[in-house]
């Protein structure tokens, strides 16, 4: 697949839906993390346990339009979160431990969230088109 094919309507619709849930899922994992004094993965499992469910929706409508079988895209979809999830955040926390090794662990876990969150964006984008809401004529 060329990658032209991935920068069209698609990739322009999935970016704003992804601007409204970056503005609502940082807030919350920003805000459970540095003010509530929840966990890194605490804090970064609420943001995506809560937006997921709005993205789902939005981009299965808006993003893809996908008409096939709700459990089937759903199951899809979740799958797809969880992976991208726990390789996003599962590589940049120690990546940014690495790196960042002389300053507090606050400030690695804060870099290390932002590093996730960019990480994720762009293997979900390409999980719910590849995967989630995939129709039979993008082969």
């Given amino acids: 697949m060329k990658m032209a094919k991935f920068l069209d309507e698609k990739a ?9 849930n970056t503005v609502v899922g940082s807030g919350v994992m920003f805000g459970l993390y ?11 499992a609420a943001n995506y346990f809560l937006t997921s469910i709005l993205s789902y929706f ?15 895209s759903a199951l899809r979809f979740a ?3 969880g992976i991208c999830y726990f390789v996003a955040y599962g ?8 790196l960042l090794k002389d300053v507090s662990v606050t400030a690695q876990e804060n870099v290390s969230m932002l590093a996730g969150m960019c990480l994720f964006v762009g293997a979900n984008y ?4 590849l995967f989630a809401f995939r129709k039979r004529q993008d082969n």
Avoid: E, M
Avoid at 59 to 70: E, I, R, S, V
Avoid at 126 to 129: A, D, I, N, S, Y
């Fill in 12 to 20: 322009w619709k999935f970016a704003v839906v992804g601007v409204i």
């Fill in 34 to 44: 540095n003010l509530a004094g929840c966990s890194y993965w605490v804090s970064s």
């Fill in 126 to 129: 390409l999980g719910q088109r």
């Fill in 91 to 98: 590589l940049a926390k120690p990546a940014v431990a690495f």
């Fill in 58 to 72: 939005l981009n299965k409508h808006f993003t893809f339009q996908y008409k096939g079988d709700l459990a089937g």
């Fill in 79 to 81: 799958v797809n979160i």
